[in-house]
């Protein structure tokens, strides 16, 4: 993924501070792929506009997110 100029990167604590997650629950998305993020030294950088997506599309899904099928068409719905 190309990096953009504009992209302002925060510290894991910078940004746990500006989405309540906590720092465990930060570095864990960014294993997890779910964060863009790169390392400098001993420290963790979070893409602000990345994590805010995140956050947003997080809070958009309500409960649903919990849904481990949520991607999946419901059979009904599949024409034949």
Do not use: F, I
Not at 12 to 31: I, P
């Amino acid at each position: 993924m190309p990096e953009q100029a504009h992209t302002k990167w925060l510290t894991t604590d910078q940004a746990a501070e500006l989405t309540g997650y906590s720092v465990a629950y930060l570095r864990r998305l960014v294993r997890k792929g779910r964060v863009r993020a790169r390392k400098v030294q001993r420290e963790w950088l979070v893409d602000e506009t990345n994590l805010v997506a995140y956050k947003g599309k997080m809070e958009s899904l309500g409960r649903s997110k919990y849904t481990p099928h949520r991607n999946k068409v419901p059979a009904d719905t599949v024409s034949s």
